[in-house]
């Protein structure tokens, strides 16, 4: 089975805080992608990476970066919280054959205060 | 860009029950669709997914879904649903060339009643 773990489930930060959001998958695979979740809105897709080192903006990158240094990990990183990005994030990996399905992991639900 | 549209935000059912979750999306051009299922406090699940072949698909936990292309529509069903069905379900839509293109509805929370 496709294993994707994300390091906290919880997390409380203060306004201008700067925020690690670690994800590990162990497929192997070479596509990694972080989402927001809130209510009413779905998913909405803030960066994703194809390839160590690689990355790409997703629908709404502002506030946000990411780090890909080790092909199993991805990094999302808040330079500087702020209460709008209170919210649930969720880390998916996918393969490059077949690349149509992504694995989610747990989720991380972040308040920042 | 494709949207995806799911148009009941909450479905309550009782327990046995059929239901079903509606999801329609906007580009009638080649896509890949599915459904996940995210029960509380929990990641995103795939229920299925349907990429080519027979319109009828069917998934885990008794679930099954149809495309119709025509009405650019892929409704969720399940004949009789149980407690344990409790959970937010997401119909998603991914461009078959561009894996970074996935779309999803805003959820339908479906409420399994005793």
């Known amino acids: 089975d496709v294993k994707v773990t994300q390091s906290s489930r919880y997390l409380v930060k203060r306004t201008g805080e700067k925020v690690f959001l670690e994800c590990v998958q162990d497929?192997?695979?070479?596509?990694m992608f972080w989402y927001r979740q809130d209510p009413g809105l779905g998913l909405r897709l803030i960066y994703f990476s194809y390839d160590v080192k690689m990355k790409e903006k997703g629908d709404i990158p502002e506030g946000y970066s990411v780090s890909r240094e080790k092909k199993e990990r991805f990094s999302l990183i808040l330079e500087s919280a702020s209460t709008n990005q209170t919210s649930m994030y969720l880390c998916?990996?996918?393969?490059?054959?077949?690349?149509?399905?992504?694995?989610f992991g747990p989720g991380t639900r972040l308040l920042v205060l | 860009a494709q949207s995806v549209t799911q148009l009941d935000s909450q479905v309550p059912v009782f327990e046995e029950a059929p239901v079903e979750l509606r999801c329609n999306y906007s580009?009638?051009?080649?896509?890949?669709l599915f459904w996940y299922v995210q029960y509380p406090n929990q990641g995103l699940q795939l229920l299925l997914k349907?990429?080519?072949?027979?319109?009828l698909v069917k998934g885990i936990n008794g679930f099954e879904a149809e495309f119709n292309k025509s009405q650019t529509s892929f409704h969720l069903r399940k004949p009789s649903v149980h407690i344990s069905d409790t959970a937010e379900y997401f119909c998603a839509v991914s461009d078959p060339y561009n894996f970074n293109k996935f779309y999803f509805g805003s959820g339908t929370k479906l409420n399994v009643k005793p």
């Open positions: 349907y990429l080519s072949g027979s319109t």
């Open positions: 580009s009638s051009v080649s896509v890949y």
């Open positions: 998916a990996s996918s393969p490059v054959e077949p690349q149509e399905t992504q694995y």
């Open positions: 497929m192997d695979h070479e596509n």
